[in-house]
């Protein structure tokens, strides 16, 4: 594996980067930063429909109750409320105090629970997700406030001119890959406080190990004798199950059905070759199974059905579930690969290898994979055909300890980086 220097050279992020870079790294103790008498306020929880962005925030407070264990944190969502959602973190966060409240047009919020929050805590931090989703929040904050703020783990992609007066007052900017750096320095947003820091679903420590273990017997799962199967579409359709059509225009639907239609067979017969090769060469099972709620329909018509008869007794179809759940699953199989960003990330951090089927469409976001050493599991679509896949499967199925020393190296490496980011906060 390259090491750090040599990685970010690849990159392109010249020597600008590899100082932002290692100056995070080498910066502080993070064991001795206990957050003893301190208070964080975190914005995050942007919707319930894809188990990687309810994924985010459980990583984000597994980061601050690991390396600032004694600091009181207080978890803003910002738009999903599912009962699920609020339970899972009840369960696994019982010491977090949850609020809600919305942020009208002149940057103000009326929710006591908010305002209180604002009064007691000493930072304020943007939890990973795909941009500043929660820029009104901090800006809210800002003006009631005045108390520092920060972000963790974001895809910056574009930066308008309101974000740009945003950003430039922010104490840090981890950005979780290094692409964004570049974006931010092309916007005039440059300096130390600014570096890498993965998604922080790649610290998201949440299980159902006993739910997992029935859907697994139920359905003959041996541990590490099957792979996972994630679909995607090249874009999201949340005009399907979003009021008023997301707000989309009907020139953007009929673009995004458009390229849906045109790309969903050429791209999910790839995956399929991996899945033939996979069952015909191991005798082994493929659980196909979504990272979002509208996956669960186009399950049977991109990747079983068109199935050979011989494969399709292996397969099997999970409907949509929590994060928890398809973490303690994910830890079992041997593989998985996924159209969907998320799903690997998730595998990954419970030791799993896993191949992120990149489509052009799914942002810059991907590109934390390059930056953390996994190019050779990384498929850009448009250019891999599916034996590339399935060869690539059947290379860590030869070699399986290498590839889960690989992921361990990889984890080892992610810790490391969020012991260092948590000394600004």
């Known amino acids: 594996m390259m090491n750090r220097r040599e990685l970010i050279q690849k990159l392109g992020i010249g020597s600008l980067g590899i100082f932002l870079y290692e100056t995070m790294l080498s910066c502080g103790k993070a064991d001795g930063q206990t957050g003893e008498g301190k208070t ?5 929880g942007w919707q319930d429909v894809n188990i990687g962005d309810i994924a985010h925030t459980p990583g984000l407070l597994h980061v601050l109750e690991t390396f600032l264990p004694k600091a009181e944190i207080i978890l803003w969502k910002k738009s999903s409320a599912t009962d699920e959602v609020k339970q899972l973190l009840k369960n696994n966060f019982p010491n977090v105090k949850v609020i809600y409240g919305s942020v009208d047009s002149e940057m103000n919020v009326t929710s006591q629970d908010v305002l209180d929050a604002f009064s007691k805590a000493d930072v304020m931090v943007h939890g990973s997700g795909p941009s500043v989703v929660g820029q009104t929040n901090l800006e809210a904050w800002l003006k009631a406030s005045g108390k520092p703020f920060g972000i963790f783990g974001v895809t910056i992609q574009t930066v308008s001119s309101s974000l740009n007066e945003l950003l430039k007052k922010a104490k840090f900017i981890y950005t979780r890959e290094t692409k964004s750096i570049e974006v931010l320095k092309n916007a005039g947003i440059v300096g130390e406080h600014i570096a890498f820091a993965p998604d ?13 273990a029935i859907f697994m017997a139920e359905n003959g799962l041996e541990p590490k004798k099957f792979i996972c199967a994630v ?3 090249r874009y999201t359709p949340y005009h399907k199950f979003r009021p008023n059509n997301a707000g989309w225009s009907a020139e953007k639907i009929k673009t995004v059905e458009e390229t849906n239609e045109k790309y969903k067979e050429i791209d999910h017969a790839k995956l399929r070759e991996a899945m033939v ?5 191991t005798g082994n099972k493929v659980l196909v199974c979504p990272e979002m709620t509208y996956q669960v329909d186009i399950m049977d018509e991109l990747l079983i059905d068109p199935l050979p008869e011989d494969v399709k007794p292996f397969v099997i179809k999970r409907g949509y579930w929590g994060p ?9 199989a041997h593989t998985v690969l996924s159209f969907e960003c998320h799903s690997p990330i998730i595998a990954l951090h419970n030791g799993t290898p896993a191949f992120y089927l990149r489509q052009p469409e799914d942002t810059i976001k991907g590109h934390m994979y390059y930056d953390l050493g996994y190019d050779d599991w990384v498929f850009e679509i448009m250019d891999t055909d599916g034996k590339q896949i399935a060869d ?17 190296e990889s984890n080892n490496h992610i810790r490391e980086i969020y012991a260092k980011a948590v000394n600004a906060i």
């Open 40 to 44: 964080i306020l975190v914005v995050s």
């Open 200 to 212: 922080a679903t790649f610290f998201m420590n949440i299980h159902d190990d006993q739910k997992a």
């Open 231 to 233: 679909p995607r579409l």
């Open 277 to 281: 090769r996979w069952v015909r060469e």
């Open 324 to 332: 928890d759940e398809a973490a303690s699953v994910y830890a079992k």
């Open 392 to 408: 690539q499967l059947m290379a860590v199925a030869a070699d399986y300890s290498s590839a889960q020393n690989k992921v361990q």
